[in-house]
């Protein structure tokens, strides 16, 4: 499981509706400097799909921007529609749906959320979980 505590929260590392909704906005505009500018350089970033129990692990600003540059040759057209925020200390939730059509036909259309936590209002941890979609019958 991904370690994503940073013992106490300092002065600071609390996030803010403001700050979220600046990094909610930042990862719509699909500009990749704009999106880092919100993390740290040591960074870590847990996508929700991935070759790793956790998904794919990222570790630092720069392999964060190549993955999220990647991404978005892919799907151009990502989108997340934030539903919710929640608050605790050094760490929040940021609970959405996103959208989009992938280059391989994909339709994306699931329910997800962040789990980000802080270190001087800036992102050291994010892990990203969104529901599978199945057409199977099973639990």
Same mark, same amino acid.
């Given at each position: 499981?991904?370690?994503?505590? !940073?013992?106490?929260?300092?002065?600071?590392?609390?996030?803010?509706?403001?700050?979220?909704?600046?990094?909610?906005?930042?990862?719509?505009?699909?500009?990749?400097?704009?999106?880092?500018?919100?993390?740290?350089? +040591?960074? !870590?970033?847990?996508?929700?799909?991935?070759?790793?129990? #956790?998904?794919?692990?990222?570790?630092?600003?720069?392999?964060?921007?190549?993955?999220?540059?990647?991404?978005?040759? #892919?799907?151009? +057209?990502?989108?997340? +529609? $934030?539903?919710?925020?929640?608050?605790?200390?050094?760490?929040?939730?940021?609970?959405?749906? #996103?959208?989009?059509?992938?280059?391989?036909?994909?339709?994306?259309?699931?329910?997800?959320? +962040?789990?980000?936590?802080?270190?001087?209002?800036?992102?050291?941890?994010?892990?990203?979980?969104?529901?599978?979609?199945? $057409?199977?019958?099973?639990?």
């Amino acid at each position: 499981m991904p370690d994503a505590s !940073t013992a106490t929260a300092a002065p600071g590392d609390s996030a803010t509706p403001e700050l979220m909704k600046a990094i909610s906005a930042a990862f719509n505009s699909r500009d990749v400097d704009r999106i880092v500018s919100f993390f740290t350089d +040591d960074a !870590t970033f847990w996508l929700a799909r991935g070759p790793e129990p #956790v998904g794919r692990t990222l570790k630092g600003k720069e392999t964060i921007r190549k993955a999220l540059a990647d991404r978005f040759k #892919v799907i151009p +057209d990502m989108r997340w +529609d $934030h539903k919710e925020y929640i608050f605790a200390g050094n760490r929040a939730v940021s609970v959405w749906m #996103v959208k989009g059509r992938g280059a391989d036909g994909e339709d994306l259309n699931y329910e997800g959320c +962040d789990i980000y936590t802080f270190r001087g209002r800036k992102i050291c941890a994010k892990n990203t979980f969104w529901k599978m979609v199945e $057409h199977k019958d099973r639990l």
